[in-house]
């Protein structure tokens, strides 16, 4: 079985600067996909970007990239110039062959004014 | 185009009572899934669909709560004899077709049990 552990329960960052949010997983899957999900109040979890386990290259989505280590089974996702409408709980997560998400107990970022 | 979407919104009931909780996924979307997210558990699977057919209900938490989907569209969630236990909020999400897909969320049903 898959797990995924988040083990930052809540963070805080000044606007504008860098955030890091750390993941790490274990599986014995070599194929599979890794997730960072964002949930803001609105409760709706919206997809912040994805890396494909066979991709060496580090995934990034405007300021949004991964730092993936895939020997240490290590996912983490730095925020840069973060923004006010940044503040959200974030989900690492993990799909493998059957197909279900597995999430991280999720990490509360604040970003402060 | 539309993303998921998910009705209720928010549901109150009485312990005991039976609730339906519906899913319409991104048109095209072969593969639905249901996840439940609760402040104990944190986030589960459970179960999912490709076209009509669940070949996966490992996560249902008991013989209470089951789950269907026709024209291999919308989805319905039914939860028989709530109970208060069953208070969270249940999630939606759909991809293109089963497998190494990325999942889209609807924005979930809040249940509450009285």
């Known amino acids: 079985a898959q797990t995924v552990t988040q083990s930052q329960p809540e963070m805080s960052v000044q606007e504008a600067e860098t955030v890091t949010l750390s993941c790490t997983y274990d599986t014995s899957e070599n194929n599979y996909y890794l997730f960072w999900y964002k949930q803001p109040p609105s409760r709706q979890m919206i997809l912040v970007i994805r890396?494909?386990?066979?991709?060496?290259q580090n995934a990034t989505e405007n300021r949004f990239s991964v730092n993936f280590q895939k020997a240490a089974k290590s996912f983490s996702l730095k925020i840069s110039d973060s923004q006010l409408g940044d503040t959200a709980m974030y989900f690492c997560?993990?799909?493998?062959?059957?197909?279900?998400?597995?999430f991280g107990k999720g990490i509360t970022l604040s970003v402060r004014p | 185009g539309a993303g998921v979407s998910q009705s209720p919104s928010n549901k109150v009931t009485e312990k005991g009572k039976d609730v339906e909780l519906r899913c319409d996924p991104i048109?095209?979307?072969?593969?639905l899934y249901w996840y439940r997210q609760s402040l104990g558990q944190g986030l589960e699977f459970l179960i999912y669909?490709?076209?009509?057919?669940?070949?996966?209900k490992s996560g249902l938490p008991s013989d209470r709560f089951s789950a269907e989907r026709t024209g291999g569209s919308v989805s319905t969630l039914t939860i028989q004899r709530t109970q208060q236990e069953d208070s969270a909020v249940y999630l939606c999400?759909?991809?293109?077709?089963?497998?190494?897909?990325?999942?889209?969320f609807g924005p979930g049903t809040r249940l509450l049990v009285l």
């Open positions: 669909f490709q076209g009509n057919s669940a070949p996966d």
């Open positions: 890396q494909e386990a066979y991709k060496q």
């Open positions: 048109s095209g979307h072969t593969a």
């Open positions: 997560a993990f799909t493998g062959a059957n197909s279900k998400l597995t």
């Open positions: 999400a759909s991809s293109s077709q089963w497998g190494l897909e990325t999942q889209y």
